[in-house]
């Protein structure tokens, strides 16, 4: 407890301190307010890292992204784990949105210490994720795929992305833009007919890498840089080396 200083016969040096002291105490009182606001700040960092799913773990680096887009009656091709209602699902799906790098041996992934799925990230695009990013396979929902693709991928993505709902709502507009359903009609390209893989490559205005199960397409894969994420030629052309390909 402070001492009060004491009063002096002095009129003019007894008003002097006291004026000394009530700044003492206001400004101890400001330093007792200060303290007492930074921790309330630090707390709510602490707590909104938590609601974000974010730990204070450092940036991860990479090159580019890749949107993987599935087709999903080539995944399900010979798979027993597909769910029933995948195998003739026509629409291409959307994957994931990952960060990559030129070398894949180094490509970063599960950059999160912690990591948990926040509900309102994807409110505004629910309804176009249920029918363009569900899952395929058996005991998965869709929300523990998407929790999965952030966890594994959206956080190494951060802060290129900003946060949950910057990772979603971006990997949805690049489906809705980047869609291959689009060209493959526009080019009348026939279902269960061999089509060269040349032209198949054709119908994408940048190199992109196509994913097979043998002559089956089943994924296609586009790639962006990371700034304004513009559209850029992919680095691998993937793994179908047959010429002819054929989308069931």
Known sequence: METQPQWSSDSGSGVRAYIV????????RRYRAVTVYLGVVAVFLVILLIVL????RPTANFDYYTLALQWPPG????????????RDYTKWTIH?????????????FNCRDTCRLDPGSFLLTAGYMKEYWPTLFKGNNDRFFWKYEFCKHGTCAIPNLIDQEHYFTTAVRLHREYD?????????????KKVQRSKFLSLF???????????VVAEVRFCFETK???HIDCPNLGNCNDPHVVLL
């Open 205 to 215: 205005r940048k190199k992109m890498e196509l994913r097979c199960k043998g002559t």
């Open 228 to 230: 304004h994420l513009n």
């Open 180 to 192: 291959p359903a689009i060209p493959i009609e526009k080019n009348d390209i026939q279902r269960n």
């Open 96 to 108: 994931g949105l990952w960060p990559s790098t030129y070398d894949a041996s180094n490509t970063p």
């Open 21 to 28: 002291y009530a700044k003492e105490c206001v400004s101890d």
């Open 53 to 56: 799913g974010i730990s204070t």
């Open 75 to 86: 995944v399900c091709a010979n798979n027993s784990n597909c769910l029933d209602s995948m």
